[in-house]
């Protein structure tokens, strides 16, 4: 079967999950929630945590070689995400509602 194997898929799942528990650490409130789903010949990986210290204007930047919130020489975690996710020619949708940050990586199953 073509497309995304299993290791590809467990490195986007792991900087999606360091990502946030580093964002949840120093707030009172900690959640973070994994979802996993197969469905309609796509995988789908979504990472949910609340939030405090983004906002919209940043959302378009988060995926940048580089960019980070959390000081220098940081923003490599998510930059590699992006890169596996052009290479599959799959979809990273983000959104913030209320104070939760919602990422979710979109593959096809070929």
């Known amino acids: 079967k073509a497309g995304i194997d299993d290791s590809e898929k467990s490195i986007v799942i792991n900087n999606l999950l360091n990502n946030s528990f580093e964002a949840v650490r120093d ?6 929630e994994l979802r996993i789903e197969e469905k309609d010949n796509k995988s ?10 983004i906002n919209e204007g940043q959302l378009k930047n988060i ?15 998510l930059y590699n995400i992006k890169k ?15 104070e939760y940050l ?9």
């Not at 707030?27 to 973070?32: E, F, P, R």
């Not at 596996?84 to 209320?98: A, R, W």
């Open 63 to 77: 995926f940048s070689k580089g960019y980070s919130t959390k000081g220098n020489m940081r923003g490599y975690g």
């Open 84 to 98: 596996i996710v052009d290479k599959h020619h799959g979809n990273i949708q983000l959104s913030l509602e209320k």
């Open 102 to 110: 919602i990422i979710t990586i979109i593959f096809n199953n070929i």
């Open 44 to 53: 789908y990986i979504q990472v949910i945590n609340n939030t405090n210290n």
């Open 27 to 32: 707030l009172k409130i900690k959640n973070v």
